[in-house]
């Protein structure tokens, strides 16, 4: 028997590039300079990526998300819920799952425009 399905979106195969970087880890372990990575899917509240094993951040980490989710068929679902700053998506790593080959996937769900955390989010980004 099979669980109650507990997402509010539906995931989209999406397999495109993308760049990311760190926002709340120590500027010593990433540097500022954006990471890339490629997408696997994306919904209105998240997105899984995969990523090398050596450039892998942190759970509960906040990452800015540089991709074109303007051609996604959630778009509207993305802008209506996300945090966009400057074109770029505001997440939170809440999963990491490690493959056989080197690389990690990495879901992040996009933070919303009501979490109570926004104002510290965007003291980071400043």
Do not use: H, W
């Amino acid at each position: 028997m099979m669980g109650k399905e507990k997402r509010r979106f539906l995931r989209m195969a999406y397999n495109k590039p993308l760049t990311y970087k760190t926002i709340s880890a120590p500027k010593e372990k990433f540097a500022a300079k954006f990471l890339t990575a490629i997408s696997k899917n994306l919904s209105g509240s998240g997105i899984l990526f995969i990523t090398n094993v050596a450039k892998v951040p942190e759970i509960a980490s906040v990452l800015v998300l540089d991709l074109d989710y303007s051609t996604a068929n959630v778009c509207q679902e993305i802008e209506n819920e996300a945090m966009v700053l400057d074109n770029k998506l505001i997440g939170r790593v809440v999963r990491i799952e490690d493959n056989e080959n080197d690389t990690c996937g990495v879901g992040v769900a996009f933070v919303r425009k009501s979490d109570p955390l926004l104002k510290d989010i965007k003291g980071f980004l400043k």
